[in-house]
């Protein structure tokens, strides 16, 4: 069965057809995503750069252009709302990558109030991502050998066929590969062929972000595994956080706060007992030590390589791996292991 999901008020293609399958195309071979839900928050103007750093705790100052670099967004009150990419294409425009969370008002309101030159807006801009160990070789037949040199969240602006993208080493999965930003949404099924196409001998295929892989691998989904009350360390985002960036930067006197102080929960691998695939967790589920809640699993998939349901648990700080705990489920009470993130 095909199946979407909405993201950042977007459809965006989950399956098409064979979880399983595809899941092993992505481990062992090379998958297409259409992630165009994935938008770009652009910044463009004289105070762009300085909007970009007021934006988030990580330093931007060290961001060349051409880089990427992954941020994390935080509140006033240093709890998380947002971790995309920021991409520097010139020292007055820049992209937010973004997560499942409206960045752009957030953007236009500190812009605003900052009473800073920079116009915010959200482009034509549509990422398709082509991952797996083959990736590489696919983008280079296409795109030619200086592929193989970008560094991670390095990217060039580029055009194949009159199509104009801008390719950078990047993708929501450990297994390597490309994101094609398409800059011209008229042009999408001709990218969407093409890479399909140069992909033939490397036995490409469709897919989607894979949430066994995404798991296994230890990664984030923001809004999915917060709350409105997590902050960057409680889900190892720590150490994308300089605590030294100027204190005009949104929320962090009160990161500063928090890591003095050492963060009240924490992110935890969980391996669920069983070994039969259940249902997707929907909500978060709580999590039990001796019959008193510490925590909940936010996210519950079947592993294939670990042939066991593995979670993430949020969870007190008390609640260490090697640990047991109880999870409340739909279907009853299932006992789990706690373990350190990520499972590979
Ligand atoms: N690509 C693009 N935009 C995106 C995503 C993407 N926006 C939404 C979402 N994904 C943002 N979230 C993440 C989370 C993790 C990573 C990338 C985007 C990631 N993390 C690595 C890790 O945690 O090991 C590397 C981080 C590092 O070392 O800098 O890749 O996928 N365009």
Redesign the pocket.
């Known amino acids: 069965m095909t199946s979407a999901s909405v993201y950042n008020r977007m459809m965006l293609p989950m399956s098409f057809g064979d979880p399983e399958a595809e899941y092993w195309r992505l481990m062992t071979g090379v998958s297409m995503w259409d ?1 165009g839900v ?1 938008r770009q928050v652009q910044l463009a103007g004289p105070d762009a750069g300085r909007l970009a750093q007021i934006l988030c705790a990580r330093d931007l100052s060290v961001c060349k252009v051409g880089q990427g ?2 941020v994390p967004i935080c509140n006033h009150d240093g709890f998380l709302i947002n ?3 920021v991409l520097k294409l010139s020292d007055c425009l820049f992209w937010f ?4 969370s409206d960045m752009w008002l957030w953007a236009r309101a500190i812009a605003a109030e900052r009473g800073l030159d920079v116009e915010i807006s959200e482009p034509d801009v549509s ?1 398709l ?1 082509v991952q797996g160990p083959k990736a590489e070789a696919v983008v280079a037949s296409l795109f030619g050998d200086w592929v193989r040199e970008l560094k ?2 390095w990217f060039k602006e580029t055009e194949i066929a009159g199509i104009p993208v801008t390719v ?1 080493r ?3 999965s ?1 297994q390597g590969g490309f ?1 094609l ?1 398409l800059r011209d949404g008229r042009k999408g099924a001709a990218l969407w062929n093409l890479v399909k196409e140069a992909g033939q001998p490397w036995g490409i295929g469709p897919g989607a ?1 894979s949430s066994a892989e995404r798991v296994e ?6 809004v999915g595994d917060t709350d409105e009350t997590t902050s960057p360390f409680e889900v ?1 985002l720590g150490k ?1 956080v300089d605590l030294d960036v100027p204190d005009e930067v949104v929320g962090i006197q009160a990161l500063r706060r928090i890591a003095a102080a050492g963060p009240k929960r924490h992110q935890l691998g969980l391996v669920l007992e069983g070994d039969t695939p259940q249902p997707i967790g929907l909500s978060w589920e709580e999590i039990r030590q001796n019959g008193i809640k510490v925590g909940s699993m936010t996210t519950c998939v079947w592993s294939p390589r670990l042939q066991s349901n593995i979670g993430y648990g949020l969870v007190a700080a008390s609640c260490k791996p090697d640990q047991t705990v109880e999870i409340v489920r739909p279907n009853g009470v299932v006992c789990a292991k706690v373990v350190e993130l990520p499972f590979f």
């Open positions: 992630v994935e670099k992954y971790d995309p990419i990558s973004i997560a499942d990422p991502a991670y969240f950078q990047s993708g929501w450990k994101e930003y972000p691998s230890g990664l984030l989904n923001s190892r994308f």
